[in-house]
Structures are given as C-alpha cells and as structure tokens.
C-alpha cells in the first residue's frame, strides 16, 4: 500500500540515502552509545561507592527500582546516539526522526487516551489474574510514590527504541528502497533479535522474539500511516507501562511493577497458553490508533 502521511519523512531523508551512510550511522550509533554507556556506570559508580554492590547484583534482571530507573533510563543514552548519528551522516535533525511537532504531539496523546480505555477495560474485566493470583511485588504507597519518575523512564526507554527502529533505521530504509516490506519488515526482523533471550526465556525465546517482530510490524505500520513517531511510541508506552509498572514476569524486569504475574517466561506451558491473548491484545490496540489517528 502507498504511505501517503509518510512522504514528507521520506523525502527529508533522501538526500543522504546511501546504503554506506545507513551502515556507517548504525555504527557509530553502536560507537556513541558504548561509549556513553560506560562513562554513565563510571560516574555511577563513583557517586554510589561501596553501596553500588547491591545495584550491580540487581542490575541484570531489574530486581529493584534503582536497577530499572538504570536500565530504562539508561536507553536515553540510546536515543542520545541515534540523534547524533543521524546529525552527523545525514545532516537531519531530531525533528525530521519523529516528524511534524504539533501533529506528534496530538497523535502521541489521542492514541495514548484510545489505548487507555481499552487497556483500563481489559484490566477490569474478568479473569483478574492469569490463572493463578498475582504476586505482590512493590508496597503500594512506594509504588504511586514512584509512579511519577517510573513513567518518564518507561517513556524514555520506548522513545529511544523508536527513535532508533521507526525513526532511523526506517526512514533511511523507506528513503533507499521503493519496496514498503522493506522498511516495514528489516527494522521489525531486528527488533525481535533485539527480544532474543534464549538465557532468560528458554524454549521460549522464540515466541517472544516472533511476539516482538509481529509487534514491530504493526508500530512499523502505524508509523508510516501517521507520518509521526506518536502514535508508535504510545503504544510501545502504554504496552510497557503495563508489563513493566503494573505485572510483570517475577524473573525479569519486575523492580517498579506493583504485581509479578504467576509464572516465569520459561514456563512453556503457561507461556503458550496465553500468547494468544497476546496477540489478540496487540492487533487490538493497532485498530484503536488507527482509529486515534483518524480524528
């Protein structure tokens, strides 16, 4: 299908559309972000001292708050890369990666408010767990106490990952090549490597890498179909605000989230069981910002 919305962002980047250009911003991408990744736990370290024992211990799996504030703000220094590269191999700015301000910000909130409602309905209606009762995780006092600060790094994480996937990688990719399925499909193929934890998720590192393609498809869609980043960061948003703030899965990232779901992610049988729902969930909150970015 034509991406009629999506032209203005194509046509900005194909001045500098070369495949060497595209290759050598994902490497120094990879260069900027390594390399600000490591100063960042430098000073860390130094400002925590002997106390930076225990957020090490934590760090791997978010196991406590400050080790995901770490983790998800630590994807800001991801964004600050693609930004950077961008500027430099292709002479774009941060505003030619999530498109037209004002409409960003009216598509990010309508799709945000759309996904609300039917997340909110999905929550309250029956089953209220996942076939067994959820785990109590954070107090819930601490938990709205660091609800605030939780979101902004959750909205950090996911518009860094973005800014990198649907904005960069994509738009170079629309800009070089006529074919939609390849801009559409190469950054989405990445993404669910990226979601490849054979360590952490076991026989299903598969299912969750092929959850996170078919997730990487849609926001590649939506994305094309609104000329704006809004719409695909509101939903990776309020996906995420979900999985990481309200239940997560008790082995990983499960420091902010009010309940741990009742089971691990490699528990094949439970997993499988409701992967389904999963998709079903996500084809559902497409349709409602298709519709957000209709008004």
């Known amino acids: 299908m034509r991406y009629f919305e999506y032209q203005p962002l194509i046509d900005q980047a194909r001045p500098k559309a070369q495949l060497w250009r595209l290759i050598l911003g994902l490497g120094l991408i990879v260069a900027i972000y390594v390399m600000l990744g490591r100063g960042a736990m430098t000073v860390l370290g130094m400002a925590l001292g002997d106390a930076g024992g225990d957020l090490y211990r934590h760090l791997p799996a978010g196991g406590s708050p400050l080790a995901m504030y770490v983790l998800l703000f630590g994807f800001g220094l991801l964004g ?63 938990w709205l106490g660091l609800l605030p600060l939780s979101l902004v790094a959750v909205l950090v994480q996911v518009s860094a990952e973005e800014l990198l996937f649907r904005g960069y990688l994509q738009q170079q990719l629309a800009a070089r090549f006529n074919g939609a399925w390849v801009f559409v499909l190469v950054p989405s193929v990445l993404f669910g490597l990226g979601h490849f934890m054979p360590d952490q998720a076991g026989d299903n590192a598969g299912l969750i890498a092929l959850w996170a393609m078919v997730f990487g498809v849609l926001l590649a869609d939506i994305t094309a179909r609104a000329g704006t980043l809004g719409p695909a960061i509101a939903l990776h948003f309020v996906n995420n605000i979900t999985a990481i703030l309200i239940i997560s899965v008790p082995d990983s990232l499960s420091g902010l989230a009010l309940f741990t779901g009742p089971f691990d992610m490699n528990d094949t049988q439970a997993f499988r069981a409701w992967l389904p729902v999963d998709f079903a969930l996500m084809w559902l909150s497409w349709l409602v910002a298709r519709i957000a970015i209709r008004r």
């Open 80 to 142: 600050v890369a693609v930004v950077c590269a961008t500027m430099i191999v292709h002479g774009r700015g941060f505003a030619g990666l999530i498109g037209p301000p004002r409409r960003f910000l009216r598509q990010f909130g309508r799709v945000c408010a759309g996904l609300v409602v039917l997340y909110g309905a999905v929550l309250v209606l029956p089953p209220w767990d996942l076939g067994a009762p959820l785990g109590a995780n954070l107090p819930v006092a601490l």
